[in-house]
């Protein structure tokens, strides 16, 4: 717009030269060399203004040249973008470093990292937590941080759950990192101490483990003399009530007891046998077996639907143990003569192990604490099933150890589902 102001009177002041230039050339009998002569002032003029503001772009801190008309206009466009950008680059600069004060100041240790795994950027908590240096940017951080557990955890892609690992250089110290992905595959990773969280957990796991264990022997003792006395013939008659009532709950002190050390012993660290090759027909044939004995004369009709090439990997006891919980369930939640169907079949390349009851179903309302600890639908009616309220917590685990899932369908009045998902299928 400002241009359009100087050059209407460059354009005049053109018309001006030339009219001079053909008057003067007529006046002297020489009009094509006055013309060519003018011409050539002007272009040599042009020139110089010309090569006077490539000389200051070139050399930016000198003063702008001082032209008048379109070249004065043409210079002060210029000083106003370079103004601009100035500012632009000064308020990005303003907001890196404020950015850098804050990411510096965190507790949390961040790492960036480019769509190639590579290091980019560290705050001083990360450096601290994961012992990094300077020299880390621009390398790959899984040659830097190489516990067997991240580095499939990085390369899983899946980074809905934190991962809990010991700190690199300090195995006292543990670490939750959570991979955030941003931009074109770059991610950003933010690391917490947990120690104290961890040394809090473990606490509570060593009461929990010590606490079972010491109670076993005072019960023991207890359901002995419970056992003796009640089928003693000098026991009285109004004792007999109170003494069954007795078992029956020193029995269900007893079953807590045994759940709350399968939790404890599950939780441990110590629990690492290898995983086995499991063909599964076999196993749920002994399930269904232990299902029979559990409905007794209460006469459920139990069906097994296997592919006998099934076999998956895992730890033998601890899924023999997640399958005898969830029949026993649907033994205990359906009516006596009612049919419990246990089928294992491959869906979308995962094996799907299910256990289908018509019992009393579950309220949907109950579905997603269904496998929390001492959680149970009707606590009324399941005290009177006998059940700890452990059962499902324990199978959760299970199947977390074995990177599976529990899927539970279920309908009030219609019965129950609930199927163990494991992820992938080994043909046998
Ligand atoms: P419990 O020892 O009480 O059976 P679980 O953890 O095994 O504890 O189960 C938690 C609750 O889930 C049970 O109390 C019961 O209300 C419900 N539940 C579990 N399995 C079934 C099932 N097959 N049918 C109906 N309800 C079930």
Redesign the pocket.
């Known amino acids: 717009m400002e241009l359009n102001r100087g050059f209407p009177a460059e354009f005049r002041r053109v018309i001006l030269l030339t009219l001079l230039s053909i008057a003067f050339g007529l006046i002297n009998g020489q009009l094509e060399w006055t013309l060519i002569l003018c011409g050539g002032i002007y272009m040599a003029w042009t020139l110089w203004r010309i090569r006077q503001l490539d000389l200051w772009l070139k050399h930016s801190q000198n003063p702008p040249p001082d032209f008048e008309g379109i070249w004065g206009e043409i210079v002060d466009s210029i000083v106003r973008l370079q103004n601009h950008q100035k500012r632009e680059r000064n308020r990005l600069q303003a907001v890196i470093s404020r950015t850098r004060e804050v990411t510096d100041s965190l507790h949390n240790g961040i790492v960036l990292l480019d769509a190639n795994g590579n290091i980019d950027m560290f705050n001083p908590a990360a450096r601290r937590m994961l012992g990094l240096r300077a020299r880390e940017y621009g390398s790959p951080l899984v040659n830097f941080l190489r516990h067997p557990s991240f580095i499939e955890y990085f390369e899983s892609g899946d980074y809905d759950e934190p991962l809990e690992l010991p700190a690199p250089r300090s195995e006292s110290t543990f670490l939750q990192l959570q991979v955030n992905r941003f931009g074109q595959g770059e991610a950003a990773i933010v690391i917490r101490d947990i120690t104290r969280l961890q040394k809090l957990q473990q606490v509570r796991k060593d009461f929990v483990a010590n606490a079972s264990h010491e109670l076993r022997t005072p019960l023991t003792v207890l359901k002995g003399y419970i056992e003796t006395l009640k089928y003693s013939d000098a026991c009285p008659k109004p004792w007999e009530k109170p003494l069954a009532q007795m078992e029956q709950q020193a029995n269900r002190m007893s079953d807590l007891i045994v759940d709350l050390l399968s939790l404890s012993k599950l939780e441990s660290k110590d629990n690492q046998e290898p995983k086995t090759s499991i063909r599964l027909q076999r196993m749920l044939e002994k399930v269904v077996e232990e299902g029979e004995l559990v409905s007794g004369d209460k006469n459920h009709s139990f069906k097994l639907e296997c592919d006998p090439a099934l076999q998956i990997d895992g730890y033998k006891k601890e899924l023999r143990s997640a399958f005898t ?1 969830l029949i026993t ?2 033994v ?3 009516e006596p003569g009612t049919e419990i169907k246990v089928s294992a079949r491959i869906k979308n390349n995962k094996v799907h192990v299910s256990f289908i ?1 018509r ?4 309220d949907p309302v ?1 579905l997603p604490r ?1 496998t929390e600890r001492f ?4 606590d009324s009616h ?1 005290s009177q ?1 006998g ?7 324990i199978v959760k685990h299970i199947l977390t150890r074995h990177n599976a899932e529990l899927e539970i369908d ?1 309908k009030v009045g219609r019965g ?1 589902t ?1 199927t163990c998902i494991f992820a992938s299928v080994e043909p046998f």
Do not use: M, P, Q, W
């Open positions: 919980n369930n649907a205990k939640y359906s009851d019992g009393e179903g579950i109950h269904l959680y149970r639908a009707d399941n099933t059940g700890t309220g452990l059962g499902l917590a279920s129950s609930f």
